[in-house]
């Protein structure tokens, strides 16, 4: 492998114009037809002389072609720019906008251990979310169905299903998760627990499943009580967004919960020893992270719980499963 050139890895130039024309909808206009600069500014409405050395650099680096001066015509790299779930994160107006900023707290979070985001919009990210909903769904469109990722229910427990009665998915956005283990394992019924605002839109989803008498939805934070005597409760893709003090917290409140014989299955947030460390959205945005078994270990120590058996599965999830202690 070929030694990286610093200068290379360094440049802000060309990110941040992929942001801009992403932002305006060049390539959109473009497809629609509007291939002069000027018109092109038009239509954006922003100034054609700076438009055109964005869109200049661009072509120098691969993304759009100029066919003569001042002519824009999209390549196979900006069609690219073309898919609405790219556009939702490169979107300096949307969620894309929190992200690429929240980058330049990184040299505070480094130094201190704690997210900065505050520093730059003035509140934590999940109040930020809160007080702007239209880039909340706009995030959750990012990152997934409704919110939460691809649903993949094909992960396997201790004992199976067949003994499993009721699941608790904690955290578990609009229930695109939940739909799916209730429709794969008949027998099961459900209950999603996630905040009001997330819920509320949670209906529409088990409806459409045909599952709205096998499900029960509960608008509340999970730092908060959860229901009790469930035989599972699912965490997937939630522990990781929190720092260790937070995670501990949502370990402690699944483990009041849990029936005696309930388990905690944990998804999407844990990975085996010795796994490389790798830097992520979650820990800019909010402190959250990544955790090997050992460092979850640590966790699960002190909420409650043990582990009773990890590990990776054909599924893709490394999954944990925990029981009180």
């Known amino acids: 492998m070929s030694a990286a050139h610093l200068w290379t890895l360094s440049d802000l130039c060309t990110p941040w114009c992929i942001h801009v024309v992403a932002t305006l909808r060049i390539a959109n206009h473009i497809d629609a037809g509007i291939e002069e600069i000027d018109k092109l500014a038009v239509t954006a409405q922003c100034n054609p002389d ?3 050395s964005v869109l200049g650099h661009l072509v120098s680096r691969g993304v ?3 066919p003569r001066p001042g002519r824009f015509a999209l390549n196979d790299t900006a069609r690219g720019l ?3 779930a790219l556009h939702l994160g490169l979107d300096l107006e949307g969620i894309g906008g929190r992200m690429a900023y929240a980058w330049s707290t990184l040299l505070v979070y480094v130094r201190r251990g704690v997210p900065a985001y505050n520093e730059v919009f003035g509140q934590p990210f999940w109040e930020d979310l809160d007080t702007h909903p239209q880039i909340a769904a706009k995030f959750d469109a990012l990152i997934g169905p409704e919110g939460h990722g691809a649903p993949n229910p094909e992960f396997q427990i201790t004992g199976g299903w067949d003994a499993v009665q009721t699941v608790v998915d904690v955290g578990g956005g ?4 939940l739909t799916e283990i209730l429709s794969t394992h008949p027998h099961i019924r459900g209950t999603l627990v996630d905040l009001p605002r997330t819920v509320a839109r949670a209906a529409k989803t088990f409806e459409s499943a045909g599952l709205t008498d096998r499900v029960v939805t509960i608008g509340r934070s999970f730092f908060d009580p959860l229901p009790t005597g469930a035989d599972l ?8 967004d929190w720092p260790d003090r937070e995670a501990i917290a949502i370990l402690s409140r699944c483990a009041e919960a849990a029936s ?3 388990r905690v299955i944990v998804l999407k947030s844990v990975g085996a020893d010795g796994t490389p460390k790798r830097l992520n959205i979650e820990m800019v945005l909010l402190g959250g992270k990544h955790r090997s078994l050992a460092e979850f270990r640590e966790l699960v120590r002190h909420s409650g719980l043990e582990i009773v058996a990890a590990g990776p599965q054909s599924s893709g999830y490394f999954v944990v499963e925990c029981r009180v202690n």
């Open 233 to 240: 409760y699912l965490l997937r893709g939630v522990l990781n």
């Open 174 to 177: 609009t229930g695109a998760m």
């Open 50 to 52: 700076v438009l055109h």
């Open 260 to 262: 005696p014989t309930g």
């Open 82 to 84: 073309l898919d609405p």
């Open 64 to 66: 759009f072609e100029e």
